[in-house]
């Protein structure tokens, strides 16, 4: 209970930099470019920092480092206000802050996911569960970010709205800081001994990801379908309201997709017990990219929202289904790592198709843009289902690790008593 108040606490901080800050470099230097460069940054540095991250889980600890990254971004932006109030406002002050927080957030966010089996273990409850529930709390927070962040730049500006920021971080640290786990995930300690270099252990996570056949070719696809998806909410979806001037519609549509991916999550533990994963994976898959079909057909505003609503509940099983696939195909002390990288490779992806996105609407247009976008990725969704490698993953449990062996020191931990770690 504690990790997701922790993990909807940093969803709400993190989704509020996403409003706060491209609208603080506009009001400072008034330029789009500026503010989009700046804001694209952010994704750059998530890329690079990702993997090293879930090096630094998997040799210090799940919940250390969580709890340092929610100290660090906190008092990265709570030092905004005050820098800017003492030396007046400065383009150059808020680059570094929002560098920083790209720097300190993804560390928090691979830690929690890596804890979602410490704790699971800890209350007895199924991974099934637990990755439900823990995908379906923080959707809520991602919903909830930019709204918070909106009011707050209403009421207090851009500045001072980092203080609400800082204060998410700070929540979110206070109650990660009372969650109790054992060291121990099914029978394993979930940290692994350094054996040779930090890039070289961070390296051996991507290792163990290109190995895994099966999982590379979901995360693939699931990339591909991202550098769909995030671009059209992002750009193609913008540029139509906008012309039609219905930013209201916007809000609307982009609310059911994420309530419906939140509610999904929810079902995921439902779906668990009755199907096995290649078929929730083959289900959701072709469900989802049938119903985008539909939304390119840009439908009345009210029924564009029941058909975004049905997308997200469709793709909704999916996220709890990767991390279960991970808590369980890795050993616990390189889950850290693995998460990390498959967290890179998602954070990159929009940010290489955006541009070409872009561009394309630009010369042709919303509704052909999408049109075309979405029949490619149904035609790749037809091909991903139907590839044998998927049932690989109701097959076995584990896949066999070709990296260097995990050599782990016995830890004398009681594993009938959380502790603290």
Not at 201 to 228: E, N, P
């Amino acid at each position: 209970m504690l990790l997701e108040v922790s993990s909807v606490f940093e969803a709400i901080a993190g989704g509020m930099t996403y409003i706060i800050v491209p609208w603080l470099i506009l009001d400072l230097t008034g330029s789009p470019l500026i503010a989009g460069l700046v804001t694209a940054s952010k994704g750059v540095i998530a890329f690079v920092i990702f993997p090293l991250a879930g090096t630094f889980v998997d040799r210090i600890g799940r919940r250390r480092v969580a709890i340092t990254s929610d100290i660090l971004a906190a008092v990265t932006a709570m030092a905004f206000p005050l820098v800017t109030a003492a030396f007046g406002p400065s383009v150059g002050v808020a680059i570094v802050v929002t560098v920083l927080g790209a720097m300190f957030e993804p560390p928090g966010f691979t830690a929690r996911k890596s804890l979602v089996a410490n704790t699971a273990e800890a209350s007895n409850m199924t991974l099934e569960r637990a990755n439900g529930i823990h995908e379906s709390i923080r959707g809520l927070g991602l919903i909830g970010g930019p709204a918070v962040g909106a009011l707050a730049l209403a009421a207090i500006g851009p500045q001072n709205a980092y203080w609400v920021v800082g204060i998410g971080f700070t929540l979110s640290f206070l109650a990660i800081s009372f969650v109790r786990i054992t060291h121990v995930v099914g029978g394993e300690s979930d940290v692994d001994v350094p054996l040779q270099s930090f890039f070289r252990d961070t390296i051996d996570g991507i290792k163990a990801l290109v190995r895994d056949r099966a999982l590379l070719v979901l995360i693939t696809f699931w990339v591909v379908l991202d550098m769909v998806y995030l671009p059209s909410e992002e750009i193609v979806l913008p540029v139509y309201f906008e012309g039609k001037g219905d930013p209201l519609g916007l809000g609307i549509i982009v609310s059911a997709m994420l309530l419906g991916v939140v509610v999904g999550s929810l079902f995921f533990e439902f779906l668990a017990r009755r199907w096995s994963l290649p078929v929730i994976i083959r289900v959701s898959v072709l469900t989802c990219c049938t119903v985008m079909l539909t939304m390119a057909l840009f439908p009345p505003v009210w029924l564009f929202a029941i058909i975004g609503f049905a997308m997200g509940l469709s793709w909704g099983p999916m996220n709890p289904v990767l991390s279960l696939l991970i808590q369980r195909r890795f050993p616990a002390s390189i889950q850290g790592r693995v998460f990390g990288v498959q967290l890179a490779i998602f954070s990159a992806a929009p940010a290489i198709a955006l541009p070409f996105v872009g561009a394309l609407v630009e010369a042709f247009g919303a509704q052909p843009v999408y049109f075309v976008l979405v029949v490619s990725t149904f035609v790749l969704a037809l091909a991903v289902v139907f590839l044998p490698v998927l049932n690989d993953f109701g097959r076995s449990s584990t896949v066999p690790m070709k990296v260097r062996p995990m050599k782990v020191k016995p830890m004398k931990v009681k594993t009938s008593k959380a502790e603290p770690r």
